[in-house]
Nanobody
Framework: QVQVVEFGGGLVQPGGSLRLSCAAS????????MGWYRQAPGKQRESVAI???????NYADSVKGRFTISRDNTKNTVSLQMSNLKPEDTAVYYC???????????????WGQGTQVTVSS
């Protein structure tokens, strides 16, 4: 089995910073795309930032210049450094990873359980 677990959510004041981390574990062959998504109350889940195995990144326009995604392929982890946080960043943040099992070429997408980020004074 494969598990994806997020860490690091919480309450932060506007303008503050927060770092989210995510670790994939279990029966893993290779990890391809990793990313962070978020879902605010009453809204659809949206992509925040994604990172390819070679380090290529893509960000939502709303977070460009404020958020930085990074990964460690040796530890199967992905992180999201969030700065200058705004109330509209409040959401449940989910980690996502595209993973193959050992000796398989089939890529499956795994989601974490989500971590709450609340930006409020």
């Amino acid at each position: 089995q494969v598990q994806v677990v997020e860490f690091g959510g919480g309450l932060v004041q506007p303008g503050g910073s927060l770092r989210l981390s995510c670790a994939a574990s279990g029966s893993i062959g290779s990890i391809y795309i990793m990313g962070w998504y978020r879902q605010a109350p009453g809204k659809q889940r949206e992509s925040v930032a994604i990172i390819a195995r070679d380090g290529g990144t893509n960000y939502a326009d709303s977070v460009k210049g404020r958020f930085t995604i990074s990964r460690d392929n040796t530890k199967n982890t992905v992180s999201l450094q969030m700065s200058n946080l705004k109330p509209e960043d409040t959401a449940v943040y989910y980690c996502n990873a595209e993973i193959t099992r050992p000796q398989s070429i089939i890529r499956n997408t795994y989601w974490g359980q989500g971590t709450q980020v609340t930006v409020s004074s």
